[in-house]
C-alpha cells in the first residue's frame, strides 16, 4: 500500500501490508472480550519455518488504495460475541486511521472458537 502526501515534494511514503497486519494484531488483542487471534495461512507457513511471524490471526489486502482486513479469533465464553466483534472492528479501524491518517475500508471478524 502505499501513500503519498501530494502537498510535499520529499518523496513518497510507503506502508507495507505486515506493518498494518501488526498495527491491527495489537488493536485486537487489546480489546476486551478476545481471547486470541488465530493462525491463518501465511502465519502457519512462518512459524513453521522457524521465523517470527506478528501479524498472526490477521490478512490485510489493498486494492486501489483502499483496506481491507480480515481477523481471525477466538473469544472469550464470557463475552458477548456479537458487541466483541464490533468492538473489534472499532477499535481495528480506529488503530490504522491515528497510525498512518488512512481509512479502512473493511473489518472482517472471523470467530474461529470461543474459549
Known sequence: MRIQDVK???GLIE???EVLEVIASIAVTETKGVHSLQNNFASGNFEKIGKKYRGRGVKVETQDNEVLISIYVTLDAKGKVHET???IQKNVSQA???MTGHEV???NVHIVNIK
Do not use: H, P
Open 8 to 10: 510535499s515534494n520529499l
Open 15 to 17: 506502508i507495507s501490508s
Open 85 to 87: 466483534a464490533e468492538n
Open 96 to 98: 490504522i486511521r491515528n
Open 105 to 107: 475500508k473493511e473489518v
